[in-house]
């Protein structure tokens, strides 16, 4: 795979802590106390300190608080974090800076201090405006919640903020989700992601399904969901950039666009993964050994694994086709020396023949039965 040297690149900053842990949670994130988080931030500085000499040449162009929920770090740790970046890293004046947020976790005053510090985009973690659905769920806020932060940051000058919904929770119906795209849609943002449950192994929601305690919306509901999400928000002026992302024009997310173009990124924090252009590197997961391994001076990167060409092909093949416009085939032999059409040539076929692609001179895309049957595309570009 050829590398990317010219690329602006992305930074992701993963802060592992939640006030509460949702049912559903399967990310790296637990609820810490004052003491490790501090911890954290002066082992995760230390790291990204010690990656400028490798990586200070690159420009940056977009930044990504993740975790987590960012915001349970008190102001100044978070001023911290991204002021050791700043002296770190070049980055671009008109660098996307986004930080994603709980809505429980924000206040008036929070909010103006991360405008002030520099972020310039919110991802507010809203997933249903009806209460029940949250509290089934095991947010730690409620609708109204949202709804306050929502105002408090337009207030505090974030002209660009997004929502994350979910569909397919636990007491969701039909009639709620559209009340919840309504409300969403009534209340304007720039961006909306909507992902469908995952019921993950081990989370407290998965044991209750398991238990008859809780019970998730079928199949059928789940499709219905779906639907609902394509007919609204065309229909408000949210385009469709990508599976199961939607913007107003010009607001698609930049960082996130480098993941599905297989863009270079740098993580830092507990479980970041990287992307040089090349090759897939990921830090450790385990928050003790990531704190030691950091005092010692040792790297945090896991033995990268060796990932032959067939797997790259695929990876860049999934992502790309998620997005709205394509896999492009000049960018696809730029990489791989190759010529997509001939290696996919009885595939490509077979999808075309199911209405679930469409081609042209430059580019093929999912049709819209594509988007929503993605799994049955992407099983036929497995390596
Ligand atoms: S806020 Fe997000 S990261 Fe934290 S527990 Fe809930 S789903 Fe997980």
Redesign the pocket.
């Known amino acids: 795979m050829t590398g990317l040297v010219d690329a602006a690149w992305g930074i992701y900053v993963h802060i592992p802590f939640?006030q509460?842990?949702?049912s559903?949670?399967a990310?790296v994130?637990q609820v810490g106390n004052e003491q490790l988080q501090q911890e954290y931030v002066a082992a995760l500085c230390r790291e990204i300190t010690a990656a400028g000499g490798d990586f200070s040449a690159h420009s940056v162009d977009s930044l990504f608080f993740g975790?987590?929920?960012p915001t349970v770090l008190q102001t100044d740790a978070l001023a911290l974090i991204l002021q050791t970046i700043r002296q770190t890293f070049s980055l671009a004046p008109d660098a996307e800076i986004s930080i994603e947020a709980?809505p429980g976790t924000v206040t008036a005053q929070s909010l103006t201090s991360l405008r002030q510090l520099g972020f310039n985009r919110l991802s507010l973690?809203v997933q249903s405006f009806d209460d029940r659905v949250l509290a089934a769920a095991g947010?730690i806020h409620r609708a109204e919640d949202a709804e306050t932060a929502f105002g408090l940051a337009r207030q505090a000058g974030f002209d660009n903020i997004g929502f994350d919904l979910m569909y397919g929770l636990p007491q969701q119906t039909e009639a709620s989700w559209q009340s919840t795209l309504e409300h969403a849609i009534m209340l304007n943002p720039d961006h909306l992601s909507a992902y469908g449950l995952k019921l993950e192994d081990g989370t407290p929601l998965a044991v209750a399904v398991e238990n008859g305690r809780e019970i998730l919306p079928s199949e059928a509901d789940e499709e219905a969901m779906y639907d609902k999400l394509n007919d609204f928000l065309p229909m408000a002026g949210f385009e469709r950039y990508e599976v199961a992302n939607y913007a107003k024009p010009g607001r698609q997310c930049r960082h996130n666009l480098k993941y599905w173009r297989s863009l270079p990124f740098r993580g830092f924090g507990l479980a970041a993964h990287s992307f040089d252009g090349t090759q897939r590197f990921a830090n450790t997961d385990n928050l003790t050994e990531y704190l030691q391994r950091i005092a010692a001076g040792q790297s945090v990167v896991l033995p990268p694994e060796e990932t032959d060409e067939a797997t790259l092909i695929a990876e860049y093949t999934f992502t790309a086709l998620r997005l709205a416009t394509g896999l492009s085939y000049d960018d696809f032999r730029q990489r791989f020396d190759r010529d997509f059409r001939q290696i996919y040539a009885a595939e490509l076929q077979r999808l075309l023949q199911k209405k679930l692609i469409v081609q042209t001179d430059q580019a093929v895309f999912l049709t819209p039965r594509g988007m929503k049957f993605g799994n049955r595309v992407f099983a036929e570009f497995l390596p």
């Open positions: 939640c509460a842990k949702c559903y949670c990310f994130s975790g987590g929920t709980n973690g947010r």
